[in-house]
């Protein structure tokens, strides 16, 4: 029986020599996109600048989001968000923070309840988030994205070299800051779900330079004397099958959630779908080819000797 193979299991690509135009790329990459971060910000949701949010469902059929939304918007309460949330019959409504605080939220609620009326609707949810508490969202999701990446240095650390932790970090720092720049550009509402989105991404560009770094580990055993850059060649085209699976498979069920599974979770999936791109670009052009540059010796600590990879930097 024979399979399809959408990659070769021979492939001979020379990656490494495109290092020279992926590292200035992604670095004028990440250094525009702390310059739109520091210029426009991100377009935070509720949950980190405070509001309130109601969720709804129509009982006389599919809602008219335009005409809710015309309606709402004729009250004056500012940035007003309306949405189908999965069923054609269910909205999400979000207003931003009024000035007055809670009790100034509350009438903004009570204002919209009696705008849509109470025959024909079904409230669901009614939720306030103040500022203090968008305040500790953002402080506790910034943390949680700085401890997963100190995770990841002491894991690869733990597991291969040095060299490795930096470059994986280095990688995955590159997926977090270019996401970022992403959702800066773009003006995507920048949710607790795009701190998922991201702690995800983390996840995945870290599994997937794992993978590289564990066949480079291999074969530096194997070819002592194989120049680092072909062997960085030639232990990436081994893991490339694997790779290019892996990445379209998840695209798949992405790319479907993001047709279909509603506007609430669209700009996760849109960030989810980025991150793949960019994890899998960060693995092979800059994981990989941090190595040569940090010097990485054969072998090193933890599997013995002390021959220099690094004398065979030219490709």
């Given amino acids: 029986m024979r399979y399809l193979r959408l990659i070769p299991d021979d492939t001979k690509l020379r990656f490494m020599?495109?290092?020279?135009?992926?590292?200035?790329?992604?670095?004028?990459?990440?250094?525009?996109?702390?310059?739109l971060f520091a210029v426009l910000g991100l377009n935070l949701g509720i949950d980190f600048k405070g509001g309130s949010l109601i969720e709804i469902r129509t009982i006389d059929g599919p809602a008219d989001t335009g005409s809710i939304r015309s309606s709402?918007?004729?009250?004056?309460?500012?940035?007003?968000?309306?949405?189908?949330?999965?069923?054609?019959?269910?909205?999400?409504i979000r207003i931003e923070d009024q000035e007055g605080g809670e009790s100034a939220q509350q009438r903004a609620i009570t204002l919209i309840r009696g705008t849509l009326g109470e025959e024909g609707v079904e409230y669901r949810r009614v939720e306030v988030v103040g500022p203090r508490v968008?305040?500790?969202?953002?402080?506790?999701?910034?943390i949680a994205v700085v401890v997963a990446l100190f995770a990841v240095l002491l894991y690869i650390w733990f597991r291969f070299e040095w060299q490795f932790a930096l470059g994986a970090v280095a990688a995955t720092i590159h997926d977090v800051v270019l996401t970022i720049g992403m959702f800066s550009i773009l003006r995507l509402d920048f949710t607790l779900a795009s701190i998922a989105a991201i702690l995800t991404i983390v996840g995945y560009s870290l599994n997937d330079t794992v993978v590289v770094y564990d066949r480079v580990r291999e074969n530096l055993r194997r070819y002592k004397k194989m120049p680092l850059p072909q062997l960085l060649d030639l232990s990436i085209n081994n893991t490339l099958s694997r790779t290019v699976l892996t990445s379209l498979t998840t695209l798949l069920a992405l790319f479907a959630l993001f047709i279909f599974g509603g506007e609430v979770i669209r700009s996760f999936v849109f960030a989810m779908i980025w991150g793949i791109f960019v994890g899998t670009y960060s693995s092979i052009f800059i994981a990989a080819p941090l190595l040569i540059h940090l010097k990485l010796k054969r072998g090193g600590s933890k599997d013995?000797?002390?021959e220099t990879a690094g004398a065979a930097e030219a490709t």
């Fill in 72 to 92: 709402l918007g004729e009250l004056n309460l500012g940035d007003v968000q309306v949405q189908e949330f999965g069923a054609p019959d269910d909205v999400l």
């Fill in 17 to 35: 020599t495109y290092r020279w135009i992926a590292f200035p790329v992604s670095v004028t990459a990440m250094i525009a996109s702390l310059v």
């Fill in 304 to 306: 013995g000797g002390a």
């Fill in 134 to 142: 968008s305040g500790e969202l953002a402080e506790a999701g910034t």
